[in-house]
């Protein structure tokens, strides 16, 4: 019999209704002769709502107490989920994270799983229950409840998938699959029917915003095979496998990422060790730099630019002038008015010209590109925000359209 | 040092500045040298509105999913007072009421406690932690969750106080004691300053509203000495403790309860075993009769009355019904417009003329008994609705203040 692991987000589970009709696509699947588990978020808003009634009381709690309030919008979803499974009159068991047998870290607000014991849901398998288990969630080693942070119901369903060996995950979302581009941004936007890991984990992690870049790393790491489908209809979706065979488009996919600012320090001393200095001081606080720039010296000076998070923006400017001492920059330099545009493709690395087609197509639509950064199957640009859109439209003609 | 275990019920966490409240005065009791154990029921109307929310996917819903739903309630609350007392800067802990060891039997919705783990309620008082624990749950022996039923957290508070031998188990809710009367009804109702379990019992399972009977049983069990105060005043409460040593008063207080429904069977054959048919029908179904009254037999025939709960009294007209072809009552007769008026004291047992006195007193006022029904240390009527208020304040008139 075959074992499907389905994830629902929290969209797709708003209200009654939504929940019937998550309901109704579950027993289908089950119908069919399949044993099914589901992994399950909290409902539309119930966690904003319950972030909300936190800060009333206490504007900075702790992560652990914290934990314990945001887990209940998943048990709420789980136990509403059963109930309708109970009313098409199918036998559904629902689990939070523990009962499922999920055991993490203890870094609260942020835990990586560090074991499933499969033994519970092995044995409501084998008396055919549809078992709906909520994401997001697990035990410390002190049986203390922790989240798992972004992305995390994903992470719960693929780790599910691996543990079990599942014959597929399918993460159900409310767009019905990974394209070549945002349609919200461009019209032409073709829907993939297949992408490799590392592709998708280059998308995902550059704003794609359709599965979060530590549950693919787990279905690389176990070979999962994942689907990403919409929960609204009945589109095939697109499959995430171990490798892309057929290898029609170099490019598979233009993002924009507008959570980007750039910092550039001027007229840094060009001395060995000067970027260690100023990226040791960011990443002792915990802090993400993606793109970096450096300039060639000239006079014995050079710039150092970088892109973090716009939330780290004023963290890390505080920082760097707290210990210009230090650093000695003549000027530091910023802006948030600027996004990523980025192609992504595993062909690129063996297909020259793949960078300089995208250049080309930025440079006829008359955009200007500040900062580069090139991967194996990656190339990112850094524009101007008001330019992004049109970025990502005249580079996904070049590609998708010509090719 | 004390052991001091608290319970808050629903309105006394109803929302934030209630929430901080309740916390001002559990970090009181903490700085005073006292560790801390407390229970916390769900906020104001989180229970109803997550029942609502089950309705509108399922109108009958499995218990154990159920109890999956609202055992968040309690989840949230524990949380969030956490949080509170965190941002006074006293050390917390919340726990589930699994993290806190509840071990119950299978019956969902109405689960009784089996055992509890102290393990982790120890270590925590012994790092001298405030630990705040979820009331009305646990888990059974799958470690699935479980509720206890109406009452069920100040079950929790009791079952904490006896497994770790607490001084005092404090229940706070929004009235400041037990009274001789509901002060919303007699005026004059005076409050209690002790009261033997006994009188307790009687008094809670009569409409007090105050303490649940299974707690009141339990504490008595454990001889779990219970104090019941206001969390929104400072006055003394009532103790609720091993006997009554200070004999003041042979009453102890009066009750009204409206939720009763009288059924009367007319003209049953006198047999032997007639009564005993009828109410084994009912037990079967798990309904509870409370007062029962036998005509003396008259030309071969008797009247079976009792009483029941009015959610009960559907179910068992139509099994009557079902049923009188083995009955054989001439007629079934009904009222649900009446109420049970009580007396409790547990000097009455041994003071003859008590009931008369209450039979008096209501003669006195122009008021009709239908049904009189004696234990040790209660007397309870039955009259009618529109009787019930004039009624207690007749009785308590005579008992408390000519007394």
Partial sequence: MRLVVQKYGGSSVKDAERVMNVARRIVKTYDEGNNVIVVVSAQGDTTDDLIEKAKEINTSPSKREMDMLLSTGEQISISLLAMAIEKIGRPVISLTGWQAGFRTDSAFSNARIRTINTERLKNEIDRRNIVIVAGFQGIN???????????????????????????????YTDVDGVYTADPRIVKDAQKLSDISYDEM???????????????????????????????????????????????????????????????????????????????????????????????????????????????????????????????????????????????????????????????????????????????????????????????????????????
Same sequence: chains 1, 2.
Avoid: W
């Fill in 141 to 171: 080693k002190n049986e203390d409840i922790t989240t798992l942070g972004r992305g995390g119901s994903d992470t719960s369903a693929v780790a599910i998938a691996a543990a079990l060996g599942a014959d597929i995950c399918e993460i």
């Fill in 201 to 403: 984990l280059e998308l995902a992690s550059l704003g794609a915003n359709v599965l979060h870049n530590r549950s693919v790393e787990m279905a690389k790491k176990y070979s999962v095979n994942l689907a990403v489908k919409s929960s609204l209809n009945n589109n095939e979706g697109t499959y995430v496998k171990g490798e892309n065979k057929v290898e029609k488009m170099l490019v598979r996919g233009v993002t924009r990422d507008n959570d980007v600012a750039r910092i550039s320090l001027c007229g840094v001393e060009d001395t060995p060790g000067k970027a260690f200095t100023v990226f040791a001081l960011i990443s002792n606080e915990n802090i993400s730099v993606d793109i970096i720039l450096q300039s060639i010296g000239n006079n014995g000076k050079k710039d150092i630019s970088f892109t973090v998070k716009e939330a780290d923006l004023e963290p890390v400017l505080e920082l760097l002038k707290k210990n210009n001492d230090t650093i000695c920059a003549e000027d530091i330099k910023y802006s948030k008015d600027i996004s990523k545009v980025s192609i992504v493709g595993a062909g690129m690395v063996t297909n020259p010209g793949v960078a300089t087609k995208m250049f080309e197509a930025l440079y006829n639509a008359h955009i200007n590109i500040s900062m580069i950064s090139t991967s194996e199957i990656k190339v990112s640009v850094l524009v101007d925000l008001k330019d992004a859109e049109r970025a990502v439209n005249a580079i996904h003609d070049e590609f998708m359209l010509k090719n």
